[in-house]
């Protein structure tokens, strides 16, 4: 069972990835923003919540998101693995999900980092804010709060995987069919 986490800054391009990835591995795709981004939607108690942090640029708090991470997981019998997308985006949330896959006799194969420099990003979610919709890409302050977000608080999870020995760096610059091949021939030498 293959259980990736696809990290990166705020876009890097980890959504985009994983809808080939999912289909050419048959895996689970779990993204905790898109899980928000629904919430939000049907306007459930977890989205109003979530949308408070969201529209700021804020991580929605860590009992919340491991919470409902971990009752998706489960909805899940027998999957041939999982991509988990925008989590663990602290080391807390690490150690839950740590401890949640070893309860069940698993655990991460890899944390597969996607690179890009960050001049790259603010251009890519600028361009993104033009179709997305979403409140968090409209607004540059927004933009430069979720990367400094990412450096203070989610870039610890790449030295939490890294002592464990599972990290493993990809550039994220390039077309899409590029990435793509580098991080299937990443998966193909997990397998
Ligand atoms: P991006 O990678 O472009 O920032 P996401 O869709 O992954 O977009 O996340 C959007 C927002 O959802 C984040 O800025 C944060 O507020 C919230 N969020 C997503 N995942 C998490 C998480 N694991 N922990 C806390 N908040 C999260």
């Known amino acids: 069972m293959i259980q990736l986490i696809l990290f990166g800054p705020p876009g890097a391009g980890k959504g985009t990835q994983s809808t080939f990835l999912v289909e050419k591995y048959n895996l689970v795709h779990l993204?905790?923003?898109?899980?928000?981004?629904?919430n939000i939607k049907n306007e459930t108690p977890l989205g109003k919540l979530a949308k408070t942090y969201m529209d700021e640029g804020k991580l929605v708090p860590d009992d919340v998101t491991i919470q409902m991470l971990e009752s998706e997981v489960n909805k899940h019998q027998n999957p041939e693995g999982f991509?988990?997308?925008?989590?663990?985006?602290?080391?807390?949330?690490?150690?839950?999900?740590?401890?949640?896959?070893?309860?069940?006799?698993?655990?991460?194969?890899?944390l597969v980092a996607l690179e890009v420099p960050e001049d790259e990003l603010k251009i890519r979610?600028?361009?993104?804010?033009?179709?997305?919709?979403?409140a968090d890409d409209a607004k540059p302050e927004v933009i430069q709060n979720r990367i400094d977000v990412y450096k203070n608080e989610t870039t610890p999870v790449m030295d939490h995987y890294k002592k464990q020995?599972?990290?493993?760096?990809?550039?994220?610059?390039?077309?899409?069919?590029?990435?793509?091949?580098?991080?299937?021939?990443?998966?193909?030498?997990?397998?």
């Open 125 to 134: 979610l600028a361009e993104r804010a033009k179709t997305s919709g979403r």
């Open 83 to 110: 991509i988990f997308d925008g989590f663990p985006r602290t080391a807390s949330q690490a150690a839950a999900l740590d401890a949640f896959l070893a309860s069940k006799n698993s655990g991460i194969s890899a």
């Open 31 to 38: 993204s905790t923003g898109d899980i928000f981004r629904y």
């Open 165 to 191: 020995d599972k990290f493993i760096s990809v550039s994220g610059v390039g077309s899409i069919p590029e990435i793509t091949d580098r991080l299937t021939q990443v998966i193909d030498s997990l397998r």
